[in-house]
């Protein structure tokens, strides 16, 4: 059994604090065991090693996620990384290509696919063998999990039941069945999203059950459609072609076509924390970060990134979300309209977390010649590198902060510390490794301040060391 955790989304029903680059699954507004911050995709990963799946595991994701992917999770994740964001049905098919391509994973294998962030305990984990059970057992296409509800949601969509439905003791209707091992499974009919009350209860009587869009399927599955559809099952090919592949999700490109489906039942516990009035009901304090709430405040939460206080007196039910891309001041039963309120408006992010630390964006001008300048905050964590790069647009200035580390400049090693200024024209390939936490304000001048504008030569620090020995040599 292979599991594919889907990562994307752009980030807008938790903004402030979301944005393209650092969606939800990456905030750290939770705790773990220890009582240390922990992101929802850190709890997933941790409960998957706990599980002990993490070996056969694997992140499809955005270029855009891949640092801060790295960051969290450590350099040895296997992450799947898209060209350009196209939706579910892309993804998956790219996942496959590369389970099928590049790790010579059997056709005969089962792939799990996931959300990066259920809110679940520990348990959900081990049922997920459970659907390749389900799959032998049925001869279904896909096989997914479905969520006992625990009251009638208007939010979720629902699995719809054939006539029948698998007992726990293996007992069946005349649409489900359970396989040897006596674990049961149910046929599904069809699939209803975000139903009426009335409707939700109607369903539940006759034994639906919420999507938590966990499913699974043998990698043949899929490598034929892609056949069917002239698509490529080589990795590079595919990933050559993404580009034009249809935006099209995986519900609507497989899922609706499928000729079977099976379902197994999770009676555990289950949330879709996608929203701030759901996300808030998991956070223990409701103060993080500097500020003040009034005893005359009921019921909310403030999360506040910057570096100014915010006071609430006497707003109840609120969250107050506040960092560099943005503040919030909302009612957390209306705060799943946040995304509507924001439009299709797409802002560089202000904060972005990489693999070896983060930034902070703190200005950006342009000036009436055309000349744009933008200061950043870089934290480097010890031990951590940048890249070894050059920008072909822009010069930048680098002042030191606080801590130390090894710069780079065009092959050439030296100190920095606390108080240095250091200039990189454009073209001149440079790097720094922090020995301590490394702090430096950079500030950025050219014609075009984009990210894009990097070209990295080496990201390894011992490569880069490598590297510039060649250089020196050949001075």
Known sequence: MKIVLLSGGSGKRLWPLSNDSRSKQFLKVLKDPAGRPESMIQRVWRQLGDAGLQDHAYVATGKSQVEILYGQLGSDV????????????????????????????????????????????????????????????????????????????????????????????GSAGTAAGAHEGGEPFMTVRGFREKPAKEEAERMIAEGALWNCGVFAFKLDFLINILIAHELPIQHEEMARRYEALPKISFDYEVVEKANKIAAVRYAGDWKDLGTWNTLTEEISEPLTGKGTISAQTQGAHVINELDVPIAVLGLSDVIVAASPDGILVADKALSPMVKDLLGSTDPRPMYEERRWGRYRVLDYAVYPDGREVLTKRITIAAGRNLSYQYHSLRDEVWTVMSGSGTFVLNGKISSVAAGDVIRIPKESMHSVRAEQDLEIIEVQSGTLLIEEDIVRLEMAWADIMELCETQEGSI
Do not use: C, N, W
Request: avoid cysteine; glycine fraction near 8%; aromatic fraction near 8%.
């Open 78 to 169: 296997r992450l799947i990384a898209e060209p350009s964001r196209r939706d579910t049905f892309p993804a998956i098919a790219l996942a496959a290509t590369h389970l099928y391509a590049m790790e010579g994973v059997s056709l005969s294998e089962t792939i799990v696919v996931m959300p990066v962030d259920p809110y679940v305990d520990g348990r959900f984990f081990a049922e997920l063998a459970k659907l390749e059970r389900a799959l032998d057992a049925s001869g279904a296409d896909l096989a997914l999990v479905g969520v006992q509800p625990t009251y009638p949601s208007e939010k979720y969509g629902y699995i719809v039941p054939g006539s029948g439905v698998a007992e726990e003791d």
